[in-house]
Every structure is written in C-alpha cells, then in structure tokens.
C-alpha cells in the first residue's frame, strides 16, 4: 500500500484531544455491491480514509448514501432540512444554482486559502472558476480526465455470424438492427433486443445527429426538444420502437437495471453506455463469463448533416463539491480534501492494496485484477476519489493509459474514448445562473421525460401531433421563460 503524503493532510496539526468530531460525507450508491461484499459505508476504502486521515485528525468519517437516480430531489430535501452531509456533490448545475441563490452553501475562499493550499494548486484556477458565483467561491468542481461523454458499442461476434461490417451511418445501423432482429444472431430464442436503451439515458450521439445547421445563439437558447431536427430524431426512434428493434420495456426502466441484466446475459446487439461504463461497471467481463463467444466494438454509426459524428462531450470539470451553509465541519471539510488531493492519496483511492486488488505493469501503470476479491474492493471505487473523474497518474501518457490500464479490455477502452471525442460538441454553459432554469428544473425535467416516453412509444400516425402538443405545452411551462433567459444571457456573454 502506497501510504498518504503527511505534508497534505495536517494530521496531527492540533494534536487534537478527546472526543472526535464527525464529519459526514455524501457517497452515491449505485446499486451495484457485488455480493459478499461490504456495505458502501464499510469498504476497504471507508476504512483507508479512517485510518490515514480521519484517525490522525481526531474525525469520525461517516458516509451517507444517497441513490444515484434520485441524487438532486434526496438532497433538497435534507438540504431543505438542514440536515445535509457535510460534504455533498451533484452533477446538476441547475441545483448548484438554486442552492447558491437560496444562500444555502458555505462561502469557501477563506476556507480554501486558509486549510486547502495543496487542494487548490492540484485544481488549478481555470478548474476553480466553474465554482465561482459572482465573485465568490460556493463550490469545488472535481477534475474529469476523460472529456468523453458516452460512446455506442455493438456485438462485434454478432456482426461476424452475419457477415456485416459495422455501421458507419444511420441508414446501416438501421439495417443492422434489422438484420439482429429477423435473424437472432445470438441465439436467444426470440428474446433479442436489437438496441438496448434506458429510460431517457445516453441516447444523445443518436438524436443529436439529426440537429439540423443553427447559430451559435440558437444552440445555447434553444431547448434541446425545439432544436431543429430534434422531432425527425425522436421520430426516428419511434420508428424503431414500434418495428420492435429497442427494448419493448424501456419506460419502465427507471434504475437501469433491466438493460444492465438483458446487456451482460447476451440479450442487446447495441446500446450506448458512459464511456468507460462496460468495464468500469463490469459489463463486459460479465457478459463474456455469461456469453464466452461475445466481443463488444465501439462505433460511431450516427452521421449528421456535414457527416460528422457529433456528440456532446463533457466540460473539465466533474461533480460540484459543497459545504451546505448548515455544516459545523467545513474546516474539517476543506481538511479532508486537501488531503484526498496529494497524488499518493488518490493513487491509493484508485487502486486498492498491491497484489489484492492491482499490479503493476511493465510500464509502472497498476492493472486492476480481474478477480472476484479485487471487485469486491474496487466497486465504485471513484466514488470514493471524489475529487477526480478518471484515473490520474501525474502524467499525460501514463493517465490516458491508466483509464484503459485492464490489459484484457484495453484495446477497448482506448477506442472507446477515441468514439467517445470525436466531434465531440461542448453543452451550452453561461457565466451566470439562469434563474428560470432553477425555477422550472424539476418541472421541465420531469416533462421532457414524459415528452421522449410518450412520443417514442405513440403509434406512427399519432407521433407528429402529440409531439407538437407536448412540446407547445413544455413552452407553456416554463420552457420559453428559460430560452428567453438563454437568448438574454449569452447575448450579454457576447459583448463582454
């Protein structure tokens, strides 16, 4: 075990006596403990932190969980209660700026200058700035090392049984799914799933390409479902549901789960997942130990107007890191992540225990070991790191062949990302918060989902009509009011 850098982490600074204080922490828990593994709150990870800083330091490291899928409703309502950890992240900037505007987090330039110099030297200012609300510092963006966002994967051994070469527009990947569902390649007995999707997740390399030319103005004010082109791609995937080629039961599927099982038990020719997600969260290795013979390809089918094969791609930062305003802890919280960012520390959040979890390669780069030990460890393990997004080895080179490090899915892994960039497109972000934005989330959220449902599994003839409708009455909701901001606010970001 590579030990913790003391120069980082203040142990002992104090010399700290008597009872210890708890510092609570927001962890996600994804639903995914292999079994005979410790809870979330009790892993090997929990245990490293308590003993090399929380011990030292006379803190009690207590985690709190809080489902993936419902990360931004469970914490307003602690938040709303005061009774949030005092370290909590969200990727949902519309709720960072709703706490900002409600005075709900902790102001932490003071903090940050006064206990977290290594914190802010490893971020950097220009990583920083996206935590910056008009002049003050509410929150800590998390490095994201890969900027690729998600990427479409196919059964590669499928395409070879029926002699196909991968798709590399539209129109092919259609006759692909075609050709999986008439055909069953995988031998299902009829259960085959062409295209394999999830309730509203990851379907953006799809739709996006249907997205007809725009200015620059209408791309960061428009909504999504008014772009042009928008319909003719949902329209698309109605199309595709009602010829029986994506999951019949994907509105049900609110947790995922159903695709994770028809992916790994070899039911699913295509899907698009996160980048990294088939290896980071076993996919693959499960699906062959369930199905020898199978072999996922990343593509890049989809081709827009120009040809290309947009995507959007993520910003360089991750998760917002915060201190709700409630906390007694937040020099304990700036503390504990000025010690998390010594890179001794998040090589050892990222790695585990040398010969139990990692080895290291001819090149010094740990390989995770493909081992039910290893995984019973190293599950959500980046949760755990949660002041970067990917694995980080000092090193431009070495870093990007640490997030491929698996030498049996390594070849994978960097062609994935390699999809995953190209003619990657950056969302619409603006220098302020966009006040009808934090008014209607939730709102315009919950029926954009019920839009791309609705619209998705109506009849053909019924499409255009409720499509039309739904969208007129999102406008009616809210959705004009924030366009109209989008359109004030960036035309202000332009004169500056």
Aim: charged share 25%; proline share 6%; glycine share 8%.
């Amino acid at each position: 075990m590579v030990t913790a850098c003391s120069s980082s982490d203040g142990a002992k600074e104090s010399g700290a006596k008597g009872d210890p204080v708890t510092l609570k922490i927001e962890l996600f828990d994804r639903g995914n403990t292999p079994p005979g593994a410790p809870p979330l709150t009790e892993s090997y990870f929990v245990k490293y932190m308590q003993e090399k800083f929380g011990d030292p330091n006379n803190i009690k490291l207590q985690f709190v969980t809080v489902p993936r899928t419902e990360e931004v409703p469970k914490l307003n309502v602690l938040m709303s209660a005061n009774e949030a950890p005092d370290i909590i992240f969200t990727y949902s900037d519309p709720a960072v700026q709703n706490w900002v505007k409600q005075g709900g987090l902790t102001e932490l330039s003071d903090l940050l200058n006064q206990h977290g110099a290594n914190l802010k030297k490893y971020l950097g200012d220009k990583l920083l700035s996206y935590g910056n609300f008009d002049g003050k510092q509410y929150t800590i963006p998390a490095k994201r090392i890969i900027i690729a966002s998600s990427t479409p994967i196919i059964r590669q051994d499928w395409l070879d049984k029926l002699g196909m070469k991968p798709p590399a527009t539209t129109d092919e990947f259609y006759a692909v799914l075609k050709a999986f569902k008439e055909k069953d390649p995988g031998k299902t007995g009829g259960k085959v799933i062409p295209y394999g999707i999830r309730y509203n997740n990851n379907l953006d390399p799809l739709v996006r390409t249907f997205w007809k030319k725009m200015t620059e103005e209408e791309y960061y004010s428009l909504p999504d479902l008014m772009k042009p082109g928008n319909k003719e791609g949902y329209k698309f995937l109605n199309k595709l549901y009602n010829e029986g080629l994506i999951s019949p039961d994907f509105a049900l599927d609110k947790d995922g789960k159903k695709f994770q099982a028809d992916l790994v038990n070899g039911l699913i020719g295509f899907a698009i997942t996160n980048t990294n997600e088939p290896v980071y969260q076993s996919y693959y290795s499960t699906l062959q130990k369930n199905v020898p013979s199978a072999t996922l390809l990343p593509v890049d089918p989809f081709t827009n107007y120009e040809g290309k094969h947009v995507k959007q791609i993520y910003h360089p930062l991750s998760a917002h890191l915060m201190i709700p305003k409630a906390s007694k802890r937040s020099v304990e919280a700036i503390k504990f992540l000025n010690w998390m960012s010594d890179y001794k520390v998040i090589f050892d959040l990222q790695n585990g225990t040398e010969g139990v979890t990692y080895k290291k390669g001819d090149d010094g780069i740990p390989v995770i070991l493909d081992s039910d030990d290893a995984k019973k460890v190293m599950y959500n393990y980046l949760d755990y790191s949660m002041l970067i997004n990917g694995k980080d080895m000092g090193d431009q080179e070495k870093t990007l062949k640490a997030n491929a490090a698996d030498p049996k899915y390594k070849d994978f892994t960097m062609n994935s990302i390699k999809v995953g960039d190209q003619d990657g497109q950056l969302p619409a972000r603006f220098d302020r918060p966009i006040e009808a934005q934090i008014k209607y989330n939730q709102t315009l959220g919950d029926k954009a989902i019920e839009i791309f449902v609705k619209t998705v599994t109506a009849k053909p003839a019924d499409f255009d009509k409720l499509y039309d409708d739904m969208v007129a009455d999102y406008m009616k909701t809210g959705g004009k009011e924030v366009m109209d901001e989008q359109k004030k606010v960036y035309q202000e970001m332009k004169k500056k």
